[in-house]
């Protein structure tokens, strides 16, 4: 999956668990901002690793707060040879 | 069982059952990590104890620290024996600069703070507690063999637990052995649990449940508690199902949301060989239960043996140690038809029809040597069945005091029914018994707001929205929330925006700071945010914020508002 791919991914999981539309989702503003919670954090990550078959730390949307950060950040560990997604 | 304090019951299991497991503690992948049997628990705690009687005297009180895990039932137990306070506190995030540890600091004036190795590093931590005491704890096996120290009496306390009251006013519920050994014996005569009750816990061990029924119930009666980590059943909510499996586990006690977390995070292939047929208390508290949720849990999970008869909804509080009402083993769960339009004016008739029925949850029974009463909450009259009222508790688990608050406690713990005698619990809870005795919940008295098990107080909220902008008035807000389609409560926020500042102010911008501030300081979402022109919030003569009278407002769309940004 590409950058873009990943991205639009979470604006619309995120667009589900806000249950707000997707234009309303700022790829450039913290999750923080958003007003996700804990909870609605670890939704996002479930579905993330659900749909790319890797595995996540909670930690990684802390060190990569908004979507632009997270999406370009998972798009290089997908495609990163030598570190490949851990098989579930 | 006749023993005066859970020290006692500590030094019974670890002479008698000394190399039976105690505490098991999973990975979030449902891995053993660690475990524990009775004596290796009794020798490290009194390790503990012996480092803390060096530091401290009895009464002091100790705050513990911990992620949930082995090191928070050592430190626990050693606070016991070393007859220190423990008071069990949630890990205050990095983020948040606000939260309630400050206030419960303030109001039990902690000598010493009990952390692991790991969280003593934390800089923010050693910066939040500073002036007190560090005293860490791991897993070095304890020296076997009994420490001299008398042991706690009944009326000893032995923790104070802060799951009530706000921030601006912290209540510690006082908790002796005494009521801990009624309680817990209250449970066991209704549940018939006994050594066999294994059972599974992924509750932080900060919160009365998480604490009460896993470990202290186990350690009561000789079982086996398996221990998940809080964000590992969020993440993985299918674990604890797993685990159940696994550990033949009988027992376990978990809020409404649990159930739609399991139902909602099903995945066929985690459930292979998985079975619950051991499964028989099913313990549902801590926050309104819903009817459609308990029917989803049940028909998703029945083709892995859950049986539906061992679903049980209760009702407890910390004022009454833990639990107040159960279901009756075996019976399921009970709902009651009521007509919605009638609850709404705090009246029980039956439905008008499909449109306006509400199926309510039935809480079970007051458990054994304990009454309940529904009271008028202004004029104090006992009500007769059938009769919404306020909830009140008496019996030997009911708490004497909150720490340093005797206000609060005359108001809540020792109040009186008119004409009758007695000290009773005011629980701030609306419901009603019907004519058999069994309790339905309709509501709180209080604006308390709850969200997925956790206490949230408006007041706290509302003063973390006008500390979040100076485009906010202080006192100008009510924060409260409303059921969705789905029937969970949404947090709705309304503000008022200063004259100065209302034309200057960008309101999206606003609304992202105060969703913000919602979000790290009170980890809850806040779905509407709504600004309204300054003085435009409904209060009283006094100046108190009437937030009922806003909800109305909002609800009817009649709110003077600068914006009407809500998201839904």
Known sequence: MTKQEISDFCVNQLAEILRIPKEQVDVNAKFARLGLDSAMTVYLLMELEDRLNLELSPETFYDYPTVDALSAYIAEKVASPGQPAAAR | ?568
Not at chain 2, 19 to 40: H, I, K, M, P
Not at chain 2, 213 to 225: P, T
Not at chain 2, 284 to 305: C, H, M, N, Q, S
Request: proline share 6%; hydrophobic share 45%.
């Open chain 2, 1 to 568: 069982m006749d023993f005066a304090s859970l020290v006692a019951i500590l030094e019974h299991r670890a002479t008698t059952q000394g190399d039976e497991r105690a505490v098991v503690f999973l990975s979030d992948r449902g891995n053993e990590e660690g475990a524990l049997t009775f004596r290796e628990l009794h020798d490290a705690a009194n390790a503990v104890a012996k480092r803390l009687i060096a530091i401290a005297k009895p009464g002091d009180r100790a705050l513990l620290v911990f992620p949930s895990g082995l090191e928070s039932v050592i430190a626990f137990f050693g606070c016991l024996i070393a007859r220190v306070i423990a008071v069990p506190m949630m890990v205050p995030r990095r983020q948040s600069a606000r939260d309630s540890s400050a206030s419960i600091m303030a109001n039990c004036k902690p000598l010493l703070v009990l952390t692991t190795p790991a969280l003593a590093e934390r800089g923010d931590l050693a910066e939040r507690f500073a002036g007190l005491q560090w005293l860490t704890v791991d897993l070095t096996p304890g020296t076997p063999g009994a420490i001299d120290l008398p042991r706690p009496q009944e009326d000893d306390i032995a923790f104070l637990q802060y799951t009530s009251g706000s921030t601006s006013d912290p209540k510690g519920v006082v908790v002796t052995h005494a009521m801990l050994l009624a309680n817990m014996g209250q449970a066991q005569r209704a549940l018939g649990t006994g050594k066999h009750s294994t059972c599974v816990n992924w509750l932080p061990l900060y919160h009365d449940m998480g604490l009460i029924l896993g470990i202290v119930g186990s350690m009561y009666l000789g079982a086996l508690c398996v221990l998940l980590a809080p964000s590992g059943f969020i993440q993985r909510p299918l674990t604890w199902l797993r685990a159940i499996s696994q550990y033949k586990a009988e027992i376990t006690a978990a809020p409404n949301f649990a159930y739609d977390l399991c139902v909602a995070r099903m995945r066929a292939d985690q459930m292979e060989g998985v079975d619950l047929s051991s499964w028989k208390i099913i313990l549902v508290g801590a926050e309104p239960i819903r009817a459609a949720t308990l029917d989803k849990f049940i028909e998703t999970f029945a083709p892995y043996r859950l049986a539906a008869s061992q679903v049980n909804p209760g009702f407890g509080m910390a004022e009454a140690t833990l639990i107040v009402s159960m279901s009756p083993v075996g019976g399921g769960v009970d709902t009651r038809k009521l007509s919605r339009s009638a609850m709404q004016a705090k009246l029980i008739h039956d439905p008008k029809g499909a449109d306006d029925t509400h199926r309510l949850v039935g809480c079970g029974y007051a458990i054994p040597d304990s009454q309940l009463a529904i009271v008028d909450p202004q004029t104090l009259e006992r009500l007769p069945p059938d009769t919404i009222g306020e909830l009140w508790i008496h019996g030997p688990h009911v708490a004497g005091a909150y720490w340093e608050n005797p206000e609060a406690s005359d108001r809540s713990l020792h109040a009186h029914i008119k004409g009758e005698s007695g000290e009773w619990l005011r629980s701030g809870d609306l419901g009603f018994l019907d004519a058999r005795g069994q309790l339905f919940i309709t509501g709180r008295i209080k604006d308390l707001i709850i969200i997925r098990g956790s206490n949230h107080y408006p007041q706290d909220i509302e003063l973390s929205v006008q500390r979040a902008h100076p485009a906010l008035t202080l006192n100008g807000g009510a924060v409260f929330a409303v059921p969705d389609e789905r029937g969970e409560e949404q947090l709705v926020v309304v503000q008022e925006v200063e004259r100065t500042a209302r034309n200057r102010i960008d309101p999206e911008e606003i609304t992202g700071i105060i969703r913000e501030a919602v979000a790290e300081q009170h980890e809850a979402f806040a779905r509407h945010i709504v600004l309204i022109r300054p003085q435009s919030l409904p209060k009283t003569t006094s100046g108190k914020v009437q937030r009922s009278l806003t909800k109305r407002l909002w609800l009817e769309g009649k709110l003077d508002y600068l914006t009407a940004e809500t998201l839904a």
